[in-house]
């Protein structure tokens, strides 16, 4: 190889090296310093502030300067081709987080994931976030009362012609759940004696929120209080929901409500079909919706 051509292959490779080495400053990643919009630092600036802060298990990074919000702990950012670097993921999941979540933070409006499962918030967060999140757009994982007021969800099923065809099941906010269904005994071909089997189960909090908002959707509390058909033996489904804790009774007998109730109860039924139960114990009879106290199971 000649002389002219050994230099000529070193600067070919000189440049090419170059050329790599700005290419990969050009696709810096967000986290590595590059900024978020004022709008959106102001938004984390003001939950810090509203939630403690300072008393968080894991607060690294938070109100450093600005161009470093996307290194703070728990935020993830993402560039966009026309807008400033955004938030897109908020993992503050177990973290100490105490008070309310600010109206603010409905300033993030790139935001994809919401994780606040496990702290000590209270009170509902702000209705923008509840739209994304309805809506599909927004990812968040937490307790019920930050989705939703309703408390409770008290359901039963009784068909007045049928043997051991009653079924009650309660969902709570707080994710417990109970279920009372009769059973026949079966001890004989002529046996008609019952018993209550008693299941305890678990409820997520979205999936709880979630089948709080169909209720609503479907305009559960403008429901009337009773509806029924002049119709012997037939089936009624008697629905409590407690929210803000005051209680809505819907009593329907025979189909005869409107078909907003019943996709309410299609929806209750769906969601207590696909939980997980556990059998607690058993009862000489199952407590009526009419009750206001259930027996704690053993």
């Not at 046996?191 to 908002?213: N, P």
């Given at each position: 190889?000649?002389?002219?051509?050994?230099?000529?292959?070193?600067?070919?490779?000189?440049?090419?090296?170059?050329?790599?080495?700005?290419?990969?400053?050009?696709?810096?990643?967000?986290?590595?310093?590059?900024?978020?919009?004022?709008?959106?630092?102001?938004?984390?600036?003001?939950?810090?502030?509203?939630?403690?802060?300072?008393?968080?298990?894991?607060?690294?990074?938070?109100?450093?300067?600005?161009?470093?919000?996307?290194?703070?702990?728990?935020?993830?950012?993402?560039?966009?081709?026309?807008?400033?670097?955004?938030?897109?993921?908020?993992?503050?999941?177990?973290?100490?987080?105490?008070?309310?979540?600010?109206?603010?933070?409905g300033q993030l409006v790139h935001l994809q994931t919401l994780f606040l499962f496990h702290n000590d918030l209270s009170g509902r967060l702000p209705d923008p976030?509840?739209?994304?999140?309805?809506?599909?757009?927004?990812?968040?994982?937490?307790?019920?009362?930050?989705?939703?007021?309703?408390?409770?969800?008290?359901?039963?099923?009784?068909?007045?012609?049928?043997?051991?065809?009653?079924?009650?099941?309660?969902?709570?906010?707080?994710?417990?759940?109970?279920?009372?269904?009769?059973?026949?005994?079966?001890?004989?071909?002529?046996?008609?004696?019952?018993?209550?089997?008693?299941?305890?189960?678990?409820?997520?909090g979205e999936e709880f929120a979630m089948l709080a908002w169909a209720l609503e959707k479907n305009g559960y509390f403008t429901l009337q209080p009773e509806y029924?058909?002049?119709?012997?033996?037939?089936?009624?489904?008697?629905?409590?929901?407690?929210?803000?804790?005051?209680?809505?009774?819907?009593?329907?007998?025979?189909?005869?409500?409107?078909?907003?109730?019943?996709?309410?109860?299609?929806?209750?039924?769906?969601?207590?079909?696909?939980?997980?139960?556990?059998?607690?114990?058993?009862?000489?009879?199952?407590?009526?919706?009419?009750?206001?106290?259930?027996?704690?199971?053993?």
């Amino acid at each position: 190889m000649s002389r002219i051509t050994s230099v000529m292959v070193l600067m070919a490779a000189f440049l090419a090296c170059a050329e790599c080495s700005e290419r990969g400053t050009s696709s810096e990643s967000p986290s590595s310093g590059k900024g978020i919009s004022a709008q959106e630092r102001q938004a984390l600036v003001t939950l810090y502030e509203a939630t403690e802060g300072n008393h968080w298990k894991n607060h690294d990074g938070w109100l450093g300067p600005a161009g470093s919000e996307c290194t703070w702990f728990g935020v993830q950012c993402e560039p966009s081709a026309t807008e400033s670097t955004t938030v897109i993921d908020l993992d503050l999941s177990e973290n100490n987080l105490r008070g309310r979540i600010p109206e603010a933070i409905g300033q993030l409006v790139h935001l994809q994931t919401l994780f606040l499962f496990h702290n000590d918030l209270s009170g509902r967060l702000p209705d923008p976030l509840i739209q994304q999140w309805l809506s599909g757009s927004l990812w968040v994982n937490a307790e019920a009362p930050l989705l939703t007021d309703v408390s409770e969800i008290d359901y039963e099923f009784a068909a007045s012609a049928m043997l051991c065809a009653r079924h009650r099941v309660v969902l709570r906010s707080d994710s417990t759940a109970m279920r009372f269904t009769e059973r026949c005994r079966k001890a004989s071909p002529k046996d008609r004696r019952t018993f209550c089997e008693v299941e305890k189960g678990h409820i997520w909090g979205e999936e709880f929120a979630m089948l709080a908002w169909a209720l609503e959707k479907n305009g559960y509390f403008t429901l009337q209080p009773e509806y029924d058909r002049n119709i012997t033996d037939s089936a009624l489904v008697s629905t409590r929901v407690t929210r803000n804790g005051k209680k809505y009774d819907v009593v329907e007998y025979a189909g005869g409500g409107p078909h907003e109730l019943w996709m309410i109860q299609l929806a209750i039924e769906g969601v207590s079909a696909t939980m997980e139960w556990s059998k607690a114990e058993t009862l000489p009879e199952c407590p009526r919706w009419s009750k206001a106290e259930l027996p704690a199971p053993k």
